[in-house]
């Protein structure tokens, strides 16, 4: 039993290092509405391990429930098979995913053939349960068990309440066309349904034709590569978000490398487009971050200030040069930089929002750094006006003038669920756990929105209760809700 035990830990191991590196954080399944039915598959599929761990860990069935713990088993491996066949249908998956997938069909036919004889003596046993005391090995079975069926829970939800956007274009054309690139993500996604809505022709350029397929529809034009594009396409504005997920590992030196090219490469390209273009487009909408002020204790900052050595602010900075250079071929070129971008419907809320349901959330370090963040709904609405109106231009910081260290954050965000922020966990161990990833979390930027107050942009969602309200709650994914469709002037 201690070999089917360790054969069934390193299955799970695998099965937790898959959801969390190439569900959660390379694509982000649970904020995708294409993702809607590989999400129903991995709700079922872990709520099915969930209840066979805790078997495993600390009891015994007999006679037909041991029938039924094999009838269990044989469910998830038709679930895993129509689960890989949805996944290649819907989506590109990288070389890590197939060879990790590969590991893991092995290991649960190896598993598999040592339960065999367990299975045998088991079936033969008078129907019941009886509980085991199977040790540390149990233990942390039934842990994993309890993991994997909040895991399957939360993909359950996701995979009842997101819903694939409509996206029928304004009846009227706009006259408008516009580039996204970067536009399958947790903004882009979201802008380009607001685009399509207000009557713009979108052309997407997308890594996945597949995955934007199967979130978006045939509406949008898709490209894989910008050189498709003839030069005699018109394009009015080009909205680059293109970019290698910040927190989607840690920050190694190949991990820098790649969030730095993501970015460079798509800007350079764009740049590319541009200048052969016989109808250049009016601006270039260019996201980038606050992390560009690098960690600056309680100094107030505004646009006026410069960058800090650290590798997210050199990230920000070389990103903001290589868009800067459109300038030179007659573009206006906006640089928002935004804070943590926030919505329920995906993104890092929902992350941060899970230990918070639950009377967990932690103050982490000090709790006094600043964390300027910004609603989605309004950063939405800040590109569009960037589009439309030629005062914005050059570096502009897109965050909400409601600041917030913090600890006040994660008060604030344990109130919205009853709960006080009791927890708190030392700098130290947080460095030592993320290493320069840490900075996400523990560096401090006080920064002011004084080019948008100057602008006369007024916020909506200007307050962290706003966001984080029961009602701001229940809208998440609704279809037509306001995030999705509603054009309002700033």
Same mark, same amino acid.
Request: net charge positive.
């Given at each position: ?320 040069? %290589?868009?800067?250079?459109? !300038? &030179?071929? #007659?573009? +206006?070129?906006? *640089?928002? $930089?935004?804070?943590? /971008? ?105 920064? %002011?929105?004084?080019?948008? !107050? &100057?602008? #006369?942009? +007024?916020?909506? *969602?200007? $307050?962290?209760?706003? /966001? ?23």
């Amino acid at each position: 039993m201690t070999l089917v035990l360790i054969l069934l830990l390193i299955q799970g191991a695998l099965g937790a290092l898959d959801t969390i590196w190439h569900h959660e954080l390379e694509v982000a399944l649970p904020s995708n509405p294409g993702a809607r039915k590989e999400l129903a598959l991995h709700a079922a599929r872990s709520n099915i391990y969930g209840v066979v761990f805790i078997v495993f860990g600390a009891l015994r069935p007999g006679g037909v429930l041991a029938v039924a713990l094999a009838a269990l088993l044989a469910a998830e491996l038709f679930i895993t098979l129509e689960d890989f066949l949805v996944e290649d249908r819907t989506r590109r998956l990288p070389p890590s995913e197939r060879v990790l997938h590969t590991v893991m069909a092995v290991g649960i036919g190896i598993f598999i053939a040592a339960f065999a004889p367990v299975f045998l003596d088991w079936v033969r046993l008078d129907s019941g349960l009886v509980v085991e005391n199977r040790g540390v090995l149990g233990w942390i079975a039934v842990g994993m068990g309890l993991l994997a069926m909040v895991s399957g829970c939360r993909d359950a939800l996701a995979a009842l309440t997101l819903r694939a956007p409509k996206l029928t274009a304004n009846a009227k054309f706009s006259g408008r066309t516009v580039l996204v690139t970067g536009g399958t993500g947790f903004i882009g996604a979201a802008l380009v349904e607001r685009l399509v809505a207000r009557g713009d022709r979108v052309i997407l350029l997308v890594r996945d034709m597949l995955s934007a397929r199967a979130r978006f529809g045939e509406t949008p034009l898709m490209v894989e590569r910008l050189d498709h594009l003839p030069a005699e396409t018109r394009i009015d504005a080009v909205v680059n978000l293109a970019g290698a997920p910040i927190a989607g590992g840690l920050w190694t030196r190949g991990r820098r490398r790649v969030l730095m090219q993501s970015r460079l490469a798509t800007t350079r390209a764009v740049l590319t487009l541009i200048e052969r273009l016989e109808h250049k487009p009016g601006a270039l909408i260019n996201s980038s971050a606050v992390g560009f002020y690098g960690d600056r204790g309680d100094e107030t900052l505004d646009e006026t200030a410069g960058p800090r050595p650290g590798f997210l602010s050199a990230l920000c900075r070389r990103w903001e040069e %290589e868009a800067w250079l459109a !300038e &030179a071929m #007659g573009v +206006r070129v906006c *640089r928002l $930089r935004f804070g943590l /971008v926030l919505d329920w419907s995906g993104g890092v809320l929902p992350m941060l929002a899970m230990p918070a349901r639950f009377g967990s959330a932690a103050v982490l370090g000090s709790g006094r750094q600043w964390a300027p963040w910004i609603a989605r709904y309004d950063a939405l609405r800040l590109i569009e006006r960037a589009l439309e109106d030629d005062r914005y231009e050059g570096p502009i910081n897109a965050v909400s003038p409601d600041l917030v260290t913090q600890g006040a954050f994660t008060a604030r965000l344990s109130s919205a669920f009853g709960w006080r922020a009791w927890l708190s966990v030392p700098a130290a161990p947080v460095r030592l756990a993320l290493g320069e990833l840490s900075d996400l979390f523990l560096a401090s930027q006080k920064v %002011e929105p004084a080019r948008l !107050e &100057a602008l #006369g942009f +007024r916020f909506e *969602r200007e $307050r962290l209760e706003s /966001v984080f309200s029961r009602r701001a709650r229940r809208r998440r994914n609704r279809p037509g809700s306001a995030d999705a469709v509603r054009i309002t002037p700033a």
